[in-house]
């Protein structure tokens, strides 16, 4: 079967970081938002109740100071140790930071190093699609995400890659 496209690139620590950020904001932001909602409505009624009792306004503020601890550990801190993971898994892997990958008229193949198909991925299981100003992240309906650097085209470009996953999307 021809390939419609071939993408060819190096994953730097860059590039690695910029698509992990999308995929945190897209996945994980989302949750720490209604997390830290929950630490800001458990603190308030605890608050009230301290008022109410008539506790001391002492034991308010040191709650107040663990809730912006765990709000700026779920935003900050969290976020910021899973790319750090992510990165060293990558720097880890044979091979790791380079990426081809084949576009045919049904699926991709990933290739994951020294030439061996790694992950074919069929157009119709592309869940969606994250943009960066760098990348294209392919996310798969069990998760699997495929990075596609814009600049990396050897065969075809972007639009063709569109293209085929518009005629496919469900």
Request: hydrophobic share 45%.
């Amino acid at each position: 079967m021809e390939t419609k496209a071939v993408n060819c690139f190096s994953v730097t620590k860059e590039l690695f970081t910029e698509g992990m950020q999308e995929l945190l904001n897209d996945e994980y932001k989302p949750i720490a938002k209604k997390a830290i909602i929950a630490v800001a409505v458990v603190w308030l009624l605890l608050a009230a109740v301290t008022v109410y009792l008539k506790g001391r306004l002492v034991f308010t503020l040191i709650e107040l100071a663990v809730a912006l601890f765990v709000c700026y550990w779920l935003w900050v801190l969290v976020p910021k140790n899973r790319v750090k993971r992510a990165i060293r898994a990558q720097e880890e892997i044979p091979g790791g930071g380079e990426r081809r990958i084949e576009f045919y008229e049904d699926r991709l193949e990933a290739d994951k190093g020294e030439g061996e198909t790694g992950l074919i991925l069929n157009y119709e299981d592309v869940a969606k699609v994250l943009e960066t100003p760098n990348l294209l992240i392919l996310i798969s309906v069990n998760h699997v995400g495929v990075m596609v650097s814009k600049s990396g085209f050897i065969k075809g470009d972007e639009k063709i890659v569109r293209d085929l996953l518009k005629e496919w999307s469900r």
